[in-house]
């Protein structure tokens, strides 16, 4: 286990020991999700997967499959913004579960989960990158490798800043493989690999294409996604 991971998890047991977790849907303290709001991160679970015939399909290419656990509403929207803005880190763990269990039910394939990357002067701000703890959470559920390779290469503008066809433009060429990645240790990780990204919140899709393609570009045999959650 890298050391960061050892620590992130002292940390952890730590804040739990001296702060226990206070529910982001009732306010009950205990796990990071109480049992009866966690249900709301498996609204999906029994939907199949894909498109149904006859439908048009809004994955956008090159994605192969696009998947989601819940809408970005309610218990789920506080969870991430508790997560994101807020600091409790705990709530990774519950929503990392929520995504493997919606790919492992419905997922056409994968060999490693790879995130979607904050900028790095957002990370330094918070500390954390929080789809990178989700994908730890649901890699370790999933008993895959994750392999936090990608960055971003330059600073966009937030996406629910903008309308859905300026948001394709927006983070066109945003992502590329981390400097150290790119000495050839990503192309011996993807070659010939199914990668999944995650992140915590789809909209339009145009983050995670603009994120598959220099995956494929490293030799990634295929590319899906999945979020904890969609905003429509």
Known sequence: MPPMQIVGRLTTRLLDAALPARCPGCGAE?????????RALDARFELPAGIAIGLPSDVPPPLLQL?????????????????????EQRLAAPLGAAIARRWGRVGAG??????????????????YDQAELIARAAAA??????????????????????D????????????????GARAGSAERLLSGRWVVLVDDVVTTGASLAACAVPLLEAGAVGVSAVTVARER
């Open 67 to 87: 998947e989601w656990c819940a809408p970005f509403s309610g218990v789920v929207r506080t969870a991430l913004h508790e997560l994101k803005y807020s600091g």
């Open 164 to 179: 859905r066809s300026a948001r394709a433009t927006n983070v066109a060429g945003a992502f590329r493989l981390r400097s």
């Open 141 to 162: 559920e999933l008993a895959l490798p994750c392999a936090p390779i990608l960055e971003r290469a330059r600073a966009t503008i937030a996406q629910f800043d903008l």
């Open 30 to 38: 205990g796990p990071p999700i109480c049992a009866d709001c966690a």
């Open 110 to 127: 994968g060999d490693v989960l790879v995130p979607v990357p904050v900028h790095a002067d957002r990370r330094r701000r918070r500390g």
